[in-house]
């Protein structure tokens, strides 16, 4: 069993950056994936970016090259480091993990494929 905490959310101005953490315990055996969701009232959740074993990396192209996704050697942190943040980026920011599949093109994205999910942590961006 994996349990997720967020953390590092909050209020800042446009332009600005919040770093957001997510603390796993439980052992991410390999392959596994570790991705960031975002939600915002009366629409579907989103994929916002995800990492997997090796430390390949995936973005929705709505925050590339503004967020960068990481994680602790351990294994058992990632991080979310947000710049340059827009009033779009307005959301609540779920941390998720999946074990026993790295991630891929075409499932890191889709919420269906992740087991384990934290509580989520509010980012408000205002203009």
């Known amino acids: 069993q994996v349990q997720l905490v967020e953390s590092g959310g909050g209020s800042v101005q446009a332009g600005g950056s919040l770093r957001l953490s997510c603390a796993a315990s439980?052992?991410?055996?390999?392959?596994?994936?570790m991705g960031w969701f975002r939600q915002v009232p009366g629409k579907e959740r989103e994929g916002v970016a995800a990492?997997?074993?090796?430390?390949?990396?995936y973005y929705a192209d709505s925050v590339k090259g503004r967020f960068i996704i990481s994680q602790a050697n351990s294994k058992n942190s990632m991080y979310l480091q947000m710049n340059s943040l827009k009033p779009g980026d307005t959301a609540m920011y779920y941390c998720?993990?999946?074990?026993?599949?790295?991630?891929?093109?075409?499932?890191?994205?889709?919420?269906?494929?992740?087991?384990?999910w934290g509580q989520g942590t509010q980012v408000t961006v205002s203009s």
């Open positions: 439980g052992y991410m055996y390999s392959p596994y994936c």
């Open positions: 998720a993990a999946r074990r026993g599949n790295a991630c891929d093109s075409g499932s890191w994205y889709a919420e269906r494929f992740f087991r384990y």
């Open positions: 990492i997997s074993t090796g430390g390949n990396t």
